[in-house]
């Protein structure tokens, strides 16, 4: 089955720092979605990016479907962004296949 | 509603006893998702429905677990004969409609199940 990996899977950062995570995947998919999941366990949607680039406030994607990759970029990092970051793809089965995560902390 | 609910939010069994996870999804979306989360892991996926129909039950651990959909809405994840290894966050997610065009998931914020 497909593979989905991320990296770096641990991650400590001062606050106001730039931070890039990267998802790879091992087949050609359909979907691809990147949430957060705070410390509280909440799923939080971030982007919904098969392909292209998007943008939302300090965060921003980018997915090349042609080369199985996909990066979060997290600018100005506060406290707040501290969690565990999760890169979920989907084939034609509509299930989410997952990533092991990765995990950041923003150290104040 | 506004989001995915889902309840109780916390549940403590004992082992061998039967447990009932509820999810409330999004209005108006007609598929949904049960997965499982261990303590430190991803999630795994257990069960999907479009509308009451469950085309998809590949990712369910074993036969004490099961599964239902009313009314194009609630979902209730049944686990019978509980175990300890059952425990983990039990998350739903729903979305618009099925298949590859159906949109993004949304989440619930889970049910904890601890099994003693």
């Known amino acids: 089955g497909i593979q989905v990996e991320q990296s770096p899977p641990d991650l400590i950062l001062q606050e106001g720092a730039n931070s890039t995570l990267r998802c790879n995947f091992s087949?050609?998919?359909?979907?691809l979605q990147w949430f957060h999941q705070n410390p509280w366990g909440q799923l939080i949607n971030l982007f919904y990016?098969?392909?292209?680039?998007k943008q939302n406030g300090r965060l921003s994607a980018t997915t090349v479907a042609t080369e199985r990759y996909s990066l979060l970029y997290i600018s100005s990092s506060q406290t707040t962004d501290s969690g565990v970051y999760f890169c979920?793809?989907?084939?034609?089965?509509?299930?989410?296949?997952w990533g092991a995560g990765t995990k950041l902390i923003i150290k104040p | 509603g506004a989001g995915v609910s889902q309840s109780p939010s916390n549940k403590v069994t004992e082992k061998g006893k039967d447990v009932e996870l509820r999810c409330d999804p999004i209005?108006?979306?007609?598929?949904l998702y049960w997965y499982r989360q261990r303590l430190g892991q991803g999630l795994e996926f257990l069960i999907y429905?479009?509308?009451?129909?469950?085309?998809?039950k590949s990712g369910l651990p074993s036969d004490r677990f099961s599964a239902e959909r009313t009314g194009e809405s609630v979902s209730t994840l049944t686990i019978q004969r509980t175990q300890q290894e059952d425990s983990a966050v039990y998350l739903c997610a729903s979305r618009q409609q099925g298949g590859v065009a159906g949109g993004e998931q949304f989440f619930g914020p889970g049910t904890r199940l601890t099994v003693l």
């Open positions: 087949d050609s998919v359909n979907n």
């Open positions: 979920a793809v989907e084939l034609d089965s509509y299930q989410l296949i």
């Open positions: 429905f479009q509308g009451n129909s469950a085309p998809d």
């Open positions: 209005s108006g979306h007609t598929a």
């Open positions: 990016i098969p392909s292209g680039t």
